[in-house]
């Protein structure tokens, strides 16, 4: 009797639910689209570079920075958009695809997921170093890893720790790293 009345409350909130998202969606209109609701000025703007058009000995360049964080987010939000257009494009292949050129996409979307990870990794390796935050970038080229600056400044020996990591999850040799201090 018991299972009757809890199965018979469960479909009763199911239904109004249900309910509930049907006129959500029916009075609701269409949904609006990221880009939409995405300020682009917010999105492009990482530094403004101003420049005062008088020759004057103090008239010099001034950037207007973001904080740190913004520029973390903006990293990360970047090297995101750029995976997922990239991993899009490789779906749509492999979808439209015959075998050969299948095998060859499927290898690149892998390396893709493998390159993610191996960021993710070091990311987490040096923000558990005792770093505030950072960023990694894995390119064909090499990696580049933007790093927020310590109070203290980054040091040689924090760089040498720093690339001793990006070695140990990669195959990438010393000339290949690129550490880069976000202040």
């Known amino acids: 009797m018991k299972t009757w009345k809890r199965n018979a409350v469960i479909a009763g909130v199911l239904v109004v639910v249900c309910a509930g998202i049907y006129l959500n969606w029916l009075y ?25 058009d008088t020759i004057d000995q103090s008239a010099t360049p001034v950037l207007q920075q973001q904080s740190s964080d ?51 990794e070091i ?19 090499g990696i580049s890893l933007a790093v927020a600056v310590p109070e ?9 720790l720093l690339a001793d990591i990006v070695m140990s999850q990669t195959d990438f040799n010393l000339s290949d790293i690129r550490v880069i201090g976000v202040e």
């Open 70 to 120: 913004e520029a973390f987010a903006q990293m990360r939000l970047s090297r995101q958009t750029a995976r997922d257009e990239a991993i899009t494009l490789l779906q749509e292949t492999i979808a439209y695809a015959d075998g050969e050129d299948v095998s060859q996409t499927d290898s690149q979307l892998e390396q893709i997921i493998s390159d993610a990870l191996s960021e993710s």
């Open 152 to 160: 203290e400044g980054l040091t040689q020996s924090d760089v040498s």
């Open 28 to 52: 609701g209109g269409s949904t609006p689209e990221l880009t939409e609701t995405l300020d682009a000025d917010k999105i492009l703007g990482e530094t403004t570079l101003v420049v005062n």
């Open 123 to 141: 990311e987490s390796m040096v923000i558990a170093k005792g770093y505030a935050d950072c960023v990694a970038y894995i390119t064909d080229d």
